[in-house]
C-alpha cells in the first residue's frame, strides 16, 4: 500500500514581533491533496508558532478551519497539534556531536519552566492560544456535517525537553526527539478513536 505524505508551509502570523503580516491561507494543492480521493484522509494541522499578536491568531485559526469545512469531507479525521515553546538558552551550539548525547536530563515538572510575560518571541502566549483552540474546536464539532477537529495536546510534555535542542535553535527540536513522541500521541488517540467508532468521540486532551 502506498501513504501520500504531504506537508506544506503556508504564510501567517510575523516572524519577529515587528515584521509584516503575513496572509494566511490553505491554498489549492492542499485542498486538491485532501479531494483527490473519496477515501478518509488524516489531516494533522498546526498554524505555526510566529503570533506575537492574539488577534492574527484568532483570524488565521478561524480561515483555516472555514476553509477545512468548506471541503465538506466528514468522512476525514482531522487533528490540530498544539503548540510548543521554545526554551531561552536552551543546551546545544551549533556543531554539537549528538553522538555523545546531551549530558542534560529534561526537567521533571512543568514548574520547572517559566517565562515572563512579554518574552521577545511571544512564547509566553503560546498556553493561552492553545487553551483558545481547544475551545473554539469543540464549537466546531458541534457541526456534524463536516469533519470533526480533534486536538493533539504536545505542549506539557514538550515543555520539558529543553534538552533536545540542537544547533542553537532554542524553538525546533532535534530527530529522533520529542516529535517522535507527538507520533505516539497521535497513535495512541487513533486507537482510542477506533475503539469509540460510531460514537460522538473528540480527543480533546
Known sequence: M????FHKRDSGGNAFPHSPRGVYEIDSNITSFICNSTDRVLGIFNIGAHYHNFSHYQE??????????????????????????????CCC????????????????????????????????????????TQKLLLLFNQNESIAPFHFLNIYNMTLLRHDAHGEGDCLHFTAPGPVDWWNHLLFTNLLHLSQHRGGNCHMSE
Open 2 to 5: 502506498v501513504v501520500d505524505v
Open 60 to 89: 488565521d485559526l478561524d480561515i483555516m478551519l472555514l476553509s477545512l469545512s468548506d471541503l465538506a469531507r466528514p468522512q476525514d479525521i482531522y487533528f490540530f497539534r498544539a503548540t510548543s515553546p521554545g526554551h531561552d538558552n
Open 93 to 132: 551550539k551549533k556543531g554539537f556531536n549528538w553522538t555523545h548525547g546531551t549530558r542534560i536530563a529534561p526537567m521533571k515538572s512543568s514548574s520547572d519552566y517559566s517565562l515572563i510575560e512579554g518574552h521577545k518571541y511571544s512564547w509566553d502566549k503560546f498556553e493561552a492560544y492553545n487553551a483558545y
